[in-house]
C-alpha cells in the first residue's frame, strides 16, 4: 500500500465518522471500510461502559451465521477484553494461527474464521473500546498495516469521546434549564408578588417599605444560591466524560425483542403475540430506533448488553 492510498483510507474513515449522525452508523461504515481496506472477512466494535469494567458490542460487519443468528455468542468475557481490560494490549496486535474463542466450540457457520487481530481504542488515556478483526487466511497484518489500525483507532477514539461528551453536555444542559425553571417557579414568583403587594399602591407607608426591603434582601439571597448551584451542576456535567442515555422500551416492544432472539419471523411473532404482522414491523422499527440498530440481530445483542433480555 503506497501512502497516497493510505493517507486515501485514513480520510475516508474521518470523513465517516464526522458526518454520520449516529455513532453506530459511523462506526459500523468505518469497520466496513476498514475490512475492506485489510482484506479480511469480518471485524466488530466493542465500546466500555460507563465503569471502565466492562464493554458492550457497538457496531459488527459481515458476521459469520455462527455469530449472527446467535448474538448471545458475543456476549460476556474473552482473551481479548480480559488483555484489553487489564492493560495488556495498548497497541494493535496479531493474535494468529487460533481460532477466536467465540468460534472455538462451534462446528457450522464459522466460515472457518481463524485469523485474529485486536486492536485497543484509547483516547487520551481513556479506554474507549476494541475493534476485533478476522479471516480465512492463516497470516499476520504487516507493520504498515498495524499503523493504519492504531490510526483508525485513534481516529475511532475521539469521535466516540467528543460524541459523548457532546450527550453529556446536552443533556445536562436541559437538567439545568429544568431546574432553574422549577427553582423560579417554586422561589421566586412568590417573592416576587409579595414585592410587589408591598410597593403597590398609592400609599406606601414606612412598614411597608420596610417590608419590601426585606423581602427583596431575601430574593437576592435565593437568586445567589440558585445561580452557585447552577455553577455547580455545570462543573459537574462538564466533568463527567461518559454519558449513556436511556432508551426504554416499552413492555410490548420487550415482547418482541425476546421473540426476535428466539429466531421467529414477523409472522410467527404476530401469531404468538396475537398481532397483526404489520403491528409487529412497526414495533420491530422502534426497537431498532431506540436501541441505535440497524438489525435485529444487533438489536437483540444491545438488549443483551442493556440487561434487558436475559441471556
Excluded at 42 to 63: C, H, I, M, Q, R
Excluded at 171 to 176: F, P
Aim: aromatic fraction near 6%.
Amino acid at each position: 500500500m503506497n501512502d497516497k492510498d493510505y493517507f486515501s483510507h485514513l480520510y475516508e474513515i474521518a470523513s465517516h465518522l464526522n458526518k454520520e449522525f449516529s455513532l453506530h452508523s459511523a462506526l459500523r461504515k468505518s469497520l466496513e471500510r476498514t475490512v475492506e481496506i485489510l482484506e479480511v472477512e469480518t471485524g466488530w466494535f466493542w465500546l466500555t461502559e460507563p465503569d471502565n469494567k466492562s464493554v458492550y458490542l457497538a457496531a459488527s460487519y459481515n458476521l459469520p451465521p455462527a455469530l449472527g443468528k446467535h448474538p448471545e455468542r458475543l456476549s460476556g468475557w474473552c482473551y481479548c477484553i480480559k488483555q484489553y481490560l487489564s492493560d495488556d494490549i495498548d497497541q494493535a496486535v496479531n493474535i494468529s494461527e487460533i481460532r477466536c474463542s467465540r468460534l472455538e466450540d462451534i462446528s457450522t457457520g464459522t466460515k472457518d474464521l481463524k485469523f485474529h487481530a485486536t486492536i485497543p481504542i484509547i483516547s487520551n488515556g481513556q479506554k474507549v473500546g476494541l475493534m476485533n478483526l478476522l479471516s480465512k487466511e492463516r497470516r499476520q497484518l504487516d507493520e504498515k498495516e498495524l499503523a493504519i489500525l492504531n490510526t483508525i483507532s485513534e481516529l475511532v477514539g475521539t469521535a466516540v469521546q467528543r460524541t459523548r461528551l457532546q450527550q453529556s453536555y446536552s443533556t445536562g444542559n436541559m437538567e439545568s434549564d429544568t431546574g432553574i425553571r422549577r427553582a423560579l417557579e417554586r422561589i421566586c414568583n412568590p417573592q416576587m408578588e409579595t414585592l410587589i403587594s408591598c410597593l403597590d399602591g398609592p400609599k406606601n407607608n414606612q412598614d411597608k417599605v420596610k417590608e419590601a426591603l426585606k423581602k427583596a434582601k431575601e430574593l437576592q439571597k435565593q437568586l445567589s444560591m440558585l445561580c452557585r448551584e447552577a455553577e455547580e451542576h455545570e462543573g459537574a456535567v462538564k466533568a463527567k466524560a461518559f454519558h449513556y442515555p436511556e432508551l426504554p422500551l416499552t413492555k410490548r416492544e420487550l415482547e418482541v425483542l425476546n421473540l426476535i432472539k428466539k429466531g421467529l419471523t414477523n409472522g410467527q411473532i404476530g401469531k404468538q403475540l396475537f398481532i397483526a404482522e404489520r403491528t409487529v414491523k412497526f414495533h420491530v422499527t422502534a426497537i431498532l430506533s431506540k436501541l441505535n440498530a440497524d438489525t435485529r440481530t444487533e438489536a437483540v445483542d444491545i438488549g443483551l448488553k442493556r440487561g434487558l433480555l436475559s441471556i
